[in-house]
């Protein structure tokens, strides 16, 4: 089969959903932006993208294609796997950039290690000591840790605005230089919110 | 007769497809009609089917009341509350089946089997006689044949549950289109959507398990935002508590102890259920419980219940916590509440529940049936019928491949949107390698010994090379109905690799082949007598409603003018053609009597 041409009328579609000549559901690409008919940007309207996703799922979902011919069913199983996959990962900012970085040839896989960011380091020595001391029954440390998760907060929040900075710099010049900015920002913001995490539990 | 039989069957459209809701207590079937969904009465006008089976001693399996009526008679040979056994292995059900009167059949650890007499069944097996049975009374209501249905299940069962659901529905003879989530089915049958937008939250406490979804509408789609639960948490629990404290009672006043599963303790469990359900309504009442001579009985308050199933609303209430956590969203952003099974009946759990999310529960629809016209809506969507909405589900748990050390890897995250897929790939660790082994695993811990086993699937025909050289890409994809699909691909070749599963709980599709087969067998041999006696019994039934309809002046107009409104008479002629011979001239005898009557006029 070409690759580009419709699979049940050999007609020429390349790259729609649709075949334009048999309107015939088409095998769906994996790529998150083409699938989705949208330009490859890192700052994203969400309220456009659920939009998208609304009325694709409506078009694809296998609910749709229950009479319709099995390879037809297969296809809208795979299209609408697809499209909730891009959806999960591109509402979200940083599984988007980390979408985006991986096509890069980054590799985000081993950034997960538990190294401390330098400048946290003596507010995570005493973190650990007031964790441990609330986890010892002692409640006198939970001030501090209301204190200290207040400052997480604040600390990711403009951790946030930061990733919003360097997304509309990448989208504007498409630079790697942009990109690696950004994989060391997120990997600040995994550590914080790990730390944000876990004073919340033992809060709770 | 003839102008009867003019009847023009072009009218007739594609296969109705039927909605099923199959539960640990009670089971039910429901249709689209025209634009509401309708429960479907059985020929006696019941709307429930109990999630009861028996097996008479010559192997005869009685489904629904009659079994129901068994469990006091024969309690060691029928089997109620089977949902709690299926897609389970007997180390997971200990605890349950001390409780049960039957017994397990050796050789148990990856499917249950069930020692009914001198026969085994597997829970699957024992679902499809629920499911015949409902399938039985569908055709005979809509009075065409049923094959193809919508089943409900809770939304936390894991991939082994609802494979087993799937495969009763096969051994019962209905290609099952759909699973369904018990609390999405009975959002859909609110018609919430007609609010075009907001976020409902469903509490579903049924018999034998408990779930919480949360739901954001729009525009006629239902979206899951997230669900959570726990599949063994429900009314069955509470009557154990209630149980426990007659049962100790009886034990102190009699000196001696009923036998664990016999007879007399399952009429006690009757008992106490029927004071339970009172207690919904008033706040004391008599539990009396006669057995041989000896008599006993105690007032029960609603305040005892209540402090005794304190902890089990408890239970329930982590599960929305978090549920609510996951949606990213707080008590105050869920605009509306629906309550599902029987026991939201119960008024602590109806406080518990507005407490929680603050606001007032629906309950303008039958808990009890609420899931069932969900599954027809459904049903509905899945024929074209109801283009406008759209149901977006989630897998409620993690799925995830164990790794080195044990460590589980995730692939794909509870609560993300179905159908849901992961791509990973492979390669071999010795040279010459030509199977490789994956473990995938369902559940949110961190070492795979923590989470559900789901199934091995072992990659073969590896072309013999240097270790790490092949590639094979393993595609891990959850379908709508929340089952894993795998496919691998050698990124050498671009061909199709092979793979073979071997799930971990559950029946291979051999054992499900087999067992239709031997369903259909079965049924020629053992059930010939008994569909002659069903038939004469239905037959009767029609009688009398033709009877009673002469009178009826709708009933003229159906009757002359059968393709504009075929209605009951159109079923009681389709009816008749699957009843065997002796019915048949019964029903065309009732015919007879029926245009005498009319000419005579």
Known sequence: MEKDNCWQCGHRSAESLFCRFCNALQPPVMDYYAFLGMPRRLKIETGELESTFYRMSRLLHPDRYHRRTPRERQYSLEATAILNDAYRVLRDPVKRAEYVLRQEGFNIGEQRGNDVPPELLEEVFELNEALEELRGGDQSARPQLEQARQRFLAMQHDADRELDRLFADFDARGDRQTLASIRALLNRRRYISNLAGEVEKELL | ?601
Request: hydrophobic share 40%.
């Open chain 2, 1 to 601: 007769m003839s102008q009867i039989f003019q009847i023009d069957f072009g009218t007739q459209k594609k296969a109705r497809v039927v909605g099923i809701d199959l539960g640990t207590t009670n089971s039910l079937a429901a249709y689209m009609d025209a634009a509401s969904p309708r429960i479907i009465p059985d020929p006696a006008g019941r709307r429930i089917v109990p999630s009861v089976v028996s097996v008479a001693e010559d192997g005869e399996i009685i489904a629904g009341e009659p079994a129901r009526e068994l469990l006091l008679s024969r309690p060691e040979r029928t089997v109620y509350s089977v949902k709690r056994l299926m897609g389970r292995g007997a180390a997971d059900v200990q605890d349950e089946l001390r409780r049960f009167p039957f017994h397990i059949a050796p050789g148990s650890e990856t499917v249950l089997r069930l020692q009914l007499g001198d026969r085994q069944f597997t829970p699957p097996e024992i679902s499809a006689a629920i499911l015949r049975q409902l399938k039985k009374n569908a055709e005979a209501f809509l009075g065409e044949p049923v094959s193809q249905a919508v089943i409900t299940v809770p939304a936390y069962f894991n991939d082994a549950q609802r494979q087993a659901t799937k495969d009763a529905g096969r051994i019962a003879g209905l290609e099952v289109l759909r699973l369904v989530n018990e609390p999405t089915a009975a959002a859909l049958a609110y018609g919430l959507d007609k609010r075009k937008q907001g976020v409902v939250a469903v509490y579903d406490l049924g018999g034998g398990t408990f779930d919480i979804s949360i739901l954001k509408l729009q525009d006629g789609i239902f979206e899951v935002l997230a669900t959570n639960g726990d599949t063994h948490l429900g009314g069955d629990d509470i009557d154990n508590l209630l149980l426990d404290i007659a049962l100790e009672d009886i034990q102190s006043e009699w000196k001696t102890s009923l036998a664990r599963g016999g007879a007399a303790v399952q009429m006690l469990r009757r008992a106490v259920i029927e004071a339970k359900e009172k207690l919904s309504f008033v706040p004391s009442v008599n539990l009396e419980f006669e057995f041989e001579g000896r008599k006993y009985q105690r007032e029960l308050t609603r305040e005892l219940l209540e402090r005794l199933i304190r902890p089990i609303v408890d239970r329930t209430l982590g599960p929305c916590r978090a549920c609510l956590r996951d949606a990213g969203l707080t008590p105050d952003q869920i605009d509306e509440v629906v309550l599902v099974g029987g026991s939201t009946r119960i008024p602590l759990v109806r406080s518990a529940v507005e407490t929680l999310f603050r606001a007032r529960p629906h309950t303008e629809l039958n808990p009890d049936e609420v899931v069932a016209l969900g599954a027809a809506v459904q049903a509905a969507i899945l024929s074209g019928d109801a283009e406008d909405k759209l149901l977006l589900d989630v897998t409620p748990l993690s799925l995830g491949i164990e790794t080195m050390g044990g460590v589980v890897s995730k692939l794909i995250h509870r609560n993300s949107t179905i159908p849901a897929s992961a791509t990973e790939v492979f390669t071999t660790a010795v040279d010459g390698q030509r199977n490789v082994l994956i473990h995938v695993v369902q559940g949110e811990r961190e070492l795979a010994r923590d989470c559900r086993s789901l199934a091995r699937f072992d990659l073969k025909d590896i072309a013999p090379m240097p270790a790490g050289m092949a590639r094979i890409e393993v595609r891990f994809l959850i379908d709508a109905n929340g089952i894993l699909n795998v496919t691998a691909r050698d990124l050498r070749t671009g061909k199709e690799q092979s793979v073979d599963v071997k799930p971990s709980y559950g029946l291979t599709d051999e054992q499900v082949e087999a067992m239709i087969r031997e369903s259909i067998e079965s049924a020629e041999e053992d059930f010939a007598a008994r569909q002659v006696r069903e038939a004469r019994l239905e037959a009767d039934t029609i009688l009398a409603a033709v009877d009673k309809a002469k009178g009826n002046p709708a009933w003229d107009f159906q009757f002359f003018v059968p393709e504009y409104q075929p209605g009951r008479l159109y079923r009681f002629v389709m009816r008749a053609a699957y009843l065997p011979y002796e019915s048949h001239q019964q029903v065309e005898a009732a015919m007879r009597v029926h245009r005498a009557a009319l000419a005579d006029r």
